[in-house]
């Protein structure tokens, strides 16, 4: 796990709320205080969809932050800034195995619980950490250290420059 602190918020907050970067990835859960707090539990609600309407996310278990994004910026923007927030993005399950596949990592996608992307807003300070989960404990942090570079490179790429903390 590393926490890296976002020296440009409001390109960042431009690319979370307008841009598309972020899309890809499931939200598992949220919050935003402005005037009082929103919470996100990003599980798909199945009994609200359509049975008829077919739709290829629904083997996922979280929603896309696509599907909520627009939500999100309706309750940020405008003159004042939030209070907090704070967003818990996972990599999507279907992203894993090629994920290890790309970094030469040896362990079956179903032992990854989550590959966990942290967004915490506070004292106007914006903070990124990331995070693993793997369904059986192990001493091996390979995976740990590959999701870290692979984040770090992502914000990068995206033009997102940001200072680790230590």
């Known amino acids: 796990m590393i926490a890296l602190q976002v020296l440009d918020i409001k390109l960042f907050m431009k690319q979370l709320l307008i841009g598309h970067n972020f899309d890809r990835f499931n939200i598992s859960e949220g919050t935003i205080t402005t005037f009082c707090t929103f919470s996100i539990d990003g599980a798909w609600q199945r009994d609200?969809?359509?049975p008829d309407h077919e739709n290829v996310l629904l083997d996922r278990e979280y929603t896309p932050w696509k599907n909520v994004r627009e939500?999100?910026?309706?309750?940020i923007k405008g003159k004042r800034t939030p209070i907090a927030f704070k967003f818990v993005f996972m990599l999507p399950?279907?992203?894993?195995?090629?994920?290890?596949?790309?970094?030469?990592?040896?362990?079956?996608?179903?032992?990854i619980y989550g590959l966990f992307l942290n967004f915490t807003y506070r004292d106007k300070k914006l903070l990124v950490t990331t995070g693993t989960s793997r369904r059986t404990f192990t001493m091996?942090?390979?995976i740990d250290n590959a999701w870290d570079l692979y984040v770090q490179s992502f914000l990068r790429n995206n033009g997102i420059a940001t200072e680790q903390i230590q």
């Open 48 to 50: 609200f969809l359509d």
């Open 93 to 111: 399950e279907e992203d894993i195995p090629h994920f290890l596949t790309s970094e030469g990592i040896l362990v079956e996608p179903e032992e």
């Open 71 to 75: 939500f999100c910026f309706s309750l």
């Open 140 to 142: 091996d942090r390979s």
